[in-house]
């Protein structure tokens, strides 16, 4: 790359991202009002994510995923949400007293969790940065799909990656970060460090849901682990694959809306929450196929646990911020495909959409429930899957998730725990049921053998 196109990515970078980053903060005291910590700086991402993500959708839709197009209306709209926001900031409270400090061992031990996994992560994208991304998945659709926006210069149409795969019909909000990195470079180079990124905010996320506890190094902690524990874990650092970015867009959902029991905050103080919560919703499904499950999970109980303060009141500060992060694929393929999901075919009392054709992935759209009843699949497939990719304690890592639903049910635990309880059952139900599921879990556990 020449100084010059160097020069190029960095200003239309900053053009681009830079307006969220400065119009976060005034957002965030428009929205929710004057936070401060992490839990400030946990709004601010997400407010700035979603306004990016938006932006650069409505932007697409009409042809103008260009550089300079792109850069031109971020600046624009991020100065006129700034000028709105502006006018509704209240007034500064009063400053608070600092929390007694913690013991440097407490403070200790998620430091060094946290080095160890970024550590982990950052060398997979130094192997990448060497060699190129050669994982599979990110090279099949992940990249394919951001590199047809740059070149297309649209979010709107379709794109078939191959006759093989229905990848076409997914959500694409991850990839379209990875194609305005790609927009600014003209190369793939940011593409290396994206996961480490939400890597991060999964920490930052796990901190403010530890924090309703007094717990947040130990809520840290745990996310480190999992983030190396996870099959995710040793491959996701340095290449395209979305998982950690569902993974960390949910958990700042709930440390956002979370961070106090419903029934101790006003009314305007939970809906501002309510309001960034769901905008961290919509982007988590809007990034995979399988998020919607514990997206609706999440929206319901939330609705549930304030049904008192009115279903209506309480629900549309969550869902209309959720549609507008997380409903542009799904209308996108409603317009060209008849159905949001096409996918999956599903009728009620006769009326509804059947599931778009596609021939060479005739027999392999079995879902994982399919054959949890057949011995010989479950003996010869998952089971050697599952050992393959959490070792020899893989019931013990099957039983966790089981045990942490139970704990958060039992008597005495708040209502925000018991909803999290039934989105984690949700979710988990919705992986069962999605099309193509045991499939890909059958290639999967067919290379490890």
Known sequence: MSLSAYVAGVISLACIVGPWIVTAPVLRAAVVGHLTGAEARLTEIVLGLAGLEVTAQLTGAFGGFHRWTLAAV????????????????????????RERRRRRAT?????VAVLASSAQWLAGAASSYRTGIVQVESLHYHLTHAAFFVQSGTLWRPHQVSASSDAAFHPLN?????????????????????NVLFLWLLFLAAWCVGERFGAGPAAVTAAALLSVALPMGGTS????????????????????????APVEETAVAWTGRAVVAGLAL?????????????????????????RRSGAVRTALPLVVPTLLTGSFWYLRDWWFFGSPLPTFGLHVFGVGHDAVPLPALSGETFTIAHYLTNAHVVRHWYVPALHADFGFAWPLVALLPLAGVVLACRKGRSTDDRVLAYAACVAFVVLLVTPSGADRRYRSSRRHK
Request: proline fraction near 5%; charged fraction near 10%; glycine fraction near 12%.
């Open 282 to 306: 919509g982007l988590a499904a809007g990034t995979k196929l399988t998020a919607p499950g514990a997206v609706l999970g999440l929206l319901v109980g939330w609705v549930w646990v304030r």
């Open 74 to 97: 971020s600046l624009v709209v991020a100065a006129a949400v700034t000028t709105l926001a502006s006018r509704a900031i209240g007034p500064r409270p009063a400053r608070q007293p």
């Open 237 to 260: 650092g340095g290449n395209a694959q979305n998982d950690i970015v569902v993974l960390a867009l949910l958990v700042a959902a709930v440390g956002v809306l979370g961070q106090a």
């Open 107 to 111: 403070v200790l031990i998620p430091i």
């Open 174 to 194: 991850a990839e379209l970060l990875h194609a305005i990195g790609m927009l600014a470079f003209r190369n793939d180079v940011l593409s290396l460090f994206l």
